[in-house]
Nanobody
Framework: VQLQASGGGLVQAGGSLRLSCATS????????VGWFRQAPGTEREFVAA???????YYQDSMKGRFTISRDNAGNTVYLQMSSLKPEDTAIYYC???????????????????WGQGTQVTVSS
């Protein structure tokens, strides 16, 4: 599946942004979909996941600030980010997989499909 991430930008600390991960021509039904991020000089980091069968999971530092959700049409997954901090600055990537072990593969960062990334910059 092809993924298109969007919604990044420049925001002040304490502000909010909503990222979108869209797929064209098909829906995310049967897919585990998630978000990762990578800041300069660091390794890619897991952010949040929406599991194949329902349910969500977050990196501890994002709990209560970030929310992952799917739209009713099933072809877009969102990451609502609030109370943003300068350390949230990174390129954010969405990923998806429909393998029977998709949830595991997504959490491990080995999902089959990846979007191109969208830059989020939080100023202090």
């Amino acid at each position: 599946v092809q993924l298109q991430a969007s919604g990044g930008g420049l925001v002040q600390a304490g502000g909010s942004l909503r990222l979108s991960c869209a797929t064209s021509g098909r829906t995310f039904s049967g897919y585990a979909v998630g978000w990762f991020r990578q800041a300069p000089g660091t390794e890619r980091e897991f952010v949040a996941a929406s599991w194949r069968g329902g349910g969500t999971y977050y990196q501890d530092s994002m709990k209560g600030r970030f929310t992952i959700s799917r739209d009713n049409a099933g072809n877009t997954v969102y990451l609502q980010m609030s109370s943003l901090k300068p350390e949230d600055t990174a390129i954010y990537y969405c990923a998806a997989d429909d393998h029977p072990t998709a949830d595991f593969r997504l959490r491990a960062g080995t999902a089959k499909s990846w979007g191109q990334g969208t830059q989020v910059t939080v100023s202090s």
